[in-house]
């Protein structure tokens, strides 16, 4: 198979390379060629899609998948897909569940309302910008485009930094404040398992839109946070904490303490998508330990969470050791 990534050099980018170039797959990325790096082997083709004439270089260019992780302008999304029109057979874009219009609600399936979103627009939030890509792809691909609307994505490589940040956590050891309760469900997919599935639907050119994350309740906050002291074999002690005192602290969930979102949340239904029309289509997710244990590995041989690639900085991510502190004391 012929693969092109437009991207390639970030999170899920460079584990979609990685999956396939282990599948022997002929891989070209398309960047500007400003950050990371790419598998020996991959060729790679220069040029910002957001520049006049950025595109030329995918001139003449076959393929049978296109995989896009384009979170920008919308117009610039369509600008690709209508290049590669007559170039590549199937396009996958990966998209959002931040798409929907209401994210705090349960069960939200691929029907559900999305935000209002221009396919020409330059310009939006976050969930514009995606939104308005799958409208631009879709315009231009139509049933030979699926649309992967992924939840949160964990798993080695991650340049956000949610999960390192428990396991860097873990590692200092101590009382560590746990965000209860630890039955909790949590919804992930693990980024190597995300790019797996999309390139089997790509080479058997599935077609539609899918939330591409694993199963509600795949694992909680106990069992993850377990994981990660297990995996850095420190001497760290969870204090389980009732999220009511936490909130009152002004802890802020998903970004003080990451991953956690408490029940009532507002945007508690990001870990809470209706998946059967992915898991219907071969969508797996392997153990929370699994991912915990590889993103252990990657960390320490990294050395630190890697910048975004060709993206702005989410900004700081983690609880400060002096507010965990206070919060631990008697």
């Not at 949610?162 to 590692?171: F, G, K, T, V």
Request: with cysteine; glycine share 12%; net charge negative.
């Amino acid at each position: 198979m012929r693969l092109l990534v437009l991207g390639g050099t970030g999170f899920v980018g460079g584990a979609t390379v990685t999956e396939a170039v282990r599948r022997g797959w002929s891989v070209t990325v398309f960047n500007r060629g400003l950050h990371g790096a790419v598998p020996s082997g991959v060729h790679r083709l220069r040029g910002d899609r957001t520049a006049p004439d950025g595109l030329a270089a995918l001139a003449g260019g076959e393929w049978d998948v296109a995989v896009d992780t384009w979170d920008g302008a919308p117009r610039a999304a369509r600008a690709a897909a209508r290049v590669l029109a007559d170039a590549v057979n199937h396009y996958v874009y990966v998209s959002s569940g931040s798409v929907y219009t209401d994210p705090a609600t349960p069960g939200l399936h691929e029907d559900s309302p999305v935000v209002e979103a221009d396919a020409d627009s330059v310009d939006g939030d976050y969930s514009q910008l995606k939104a308005g890509a799958e409208r631009a792809v879709r315009e231009v691909y139509g049933q030979r485009a699926l649309i992967a609307r992924a939840g949160l994505i964990l798993g080695p490589g991650e340049d956000i930094g949610r999960l390192p940040w428990w396991l860097r956590r873990m590692e200092r050891g101590g009382d560590v404040l746990a965000p209860g309760p630890a039955d909790l469900p949590v919804q992930y997919v693990d980024v190597r398992d995300l790019a797996g599935w999309m390139l089997d639907a790509g080479a058997r050119r599935l077609g539609g839109t899918f939330n591409a994350v694993g199963r509600p309740g795949q694992t909680t906050m106990g069992e993850l946070l377990d994981a990660c002291v297990a995996a850095t074999g420190a001497d760290a002690r969870l204090r389980w904490t009732d999220p009511a005192s936490i909130l009152a602290a002004g802890v802020q969930p998903w970004s003080d303490l990451p991953i956690w979102l408490p029940r009532g949340h507002p945007y508690r239904g990001l870990l809470e998508r209706d998946v059967t029309r992915a898991l219907a289509a071969g969508l797996t997710c392997r153990p929370v330990t699994e991912t915990v244990d590889d993103t252990w590995r990657w960390l320490r041989d990294v050395g630190a969470v890697p910048p975004r690639a060709g993206r702005p900085d989410r900004g700081s991510i983690g609880l400060d050791p002096a507010r965990e502190a206070a919060l631990l004391a008697p």
